[in-house]
């Protein structure tokens, strides 16, 4: 392209705009900004209210499932153990205070009885195989 | 014979940190001294005529509003005209969204004074509705140098880019508006 091109497409930009710009009343607009710009303190502190807001919210789901990912990682089964958790809690909130008594005192028999069968030689029912485990299963239903 | 007197001019810079310490007048004081060329932008970038003095006002409202994070990076007027492309890119979403006047057809006002309209060439008006054809970063590049008179290296500090890059838009941005024109 041709200086000549650019030096009339220039020229050309000068001029565009010109004519909204010299309608504008650049007194009255200063004066709407100026009136408009004494809002902001409170339209501000609104708007950092709700920005902390949104992010104490987000920390608390991230820090929250942060959490739970680090409880869920650090056991050996965590899908059962938050299972299992879920339906005792189901379960004992449904029973009465009675009902409860009687099953801790069901549950302090049991553990003081030697009705379980656990193999000889064992003290940690981590070290036992399957076959160990569902003996003792079996004793604990009875 | 009385030598007239010098009243010193404000820095930008200066007036920022006065507005900034609660000053209105200072606020008053930079609207006065960039709301033309911000209307020239604006309309050149093609904001209806009717709604430009709106867009002004938006625009500086915009700016005020996050002056702390002017960090001087260029100058303020040049900041002040890339918060107007963004005021401007709302504006159009909305009208957009509300289905009124695309903005190329609203650079051609048919309202206002007939003379003023008569005074404007054709190839003005073809060169404005060349612009709405550019992408946004070649239009803003292209006013910010040929209409804003601004260099290089301010452009590409305002809208974060290099001074190399901002000298390709420009001349992409040309050689496609003088097709328009021509």
């Known amino acids: ?142 | 014979m009385v030598q007239p007197q010098v009243v010193p001019v404000a820095p930008d810079a200066a007036l920022i940190l006065a507005w900034q310490a609660g000053d209105e007048q200072a606020a008053a004081e930079l609207v006065g001294r960039h709301a033309r060329p911000l209307a020239r932008f604006l309309a050149g970038a093609g904001a209806p005529e009717a709604d430009v003095d709106d867009l002004v006002q938006e625009t500086f409202i915009r700016a005020f509003r996050s002056v702390d994070r002017f960090r001087g990076q260029c100058q303020f007027r040049t900041w002040l005209l890339t918060i107007g492309g963004n005021v401007l890119k709302d504006f159009g979403r909305r009208a957009a969204r509300r289905k009124v006047l695309p903005l190329d057809d609203g650079v051609r006002d048919a309202t206002g004074d007939p003379h003023e309209h008569a005074e404007a060439s054709e190839a003005e008006a073809l060169l404005a509705a060349g612009l709405q054809q550019l992408p946004r970063l070649q239009r803003e590049v292209f006013l910010l140098r040929a209409q804003q008179g601004l260099e290089y290296e301010e452009i590409a500090a305002a809208l974060a880019t290099t001074p190399g890059a901002a000298r390709v838009h420009y001349h992409h941005a040309v050689r496609r508006l003088k097709e328009v024109v021509k």
């Open chain 1, 1 to 142: 392209m041709n200086m000549d091109g650019y030096a009339r497409i220039e020229s050309l930009a000068k001029r565009l705009g010109n004519a909204a710009a010299g309608r504008l009343d650049v007194d009255a607009t200063a004066r709407k900004v100026v009136e408009r710009l004494r809002e902001q303190p409170v339209r501000r502190a609104l708007w950092i209210q709700q920005t902390w807001l949104q992010i104490a919210a987000a920390l608390v789901i991230v820090v929250g499932g942060a959490v739970v990912a680090s409880r869920l990682t650090q056991k050996g089964h965590p899908a059962v153990s938050a299972h299992a958790a879920h339906f005792v809690a189901d379960d004992l909130g449904d029973l009465s205070a009675e009902e409860l008594r009687g099953v801790l005192a069901g549950f302090d028999e049991m553990v003081g009885s030697n009705s379980i069968a656990v193999p000889e030689g064992s003290t940690d029912l981590r070290e036992l195989d399957a076959h160990q485990l569902r003996a003792v299963l079996r004793s604990l239903e009875g």
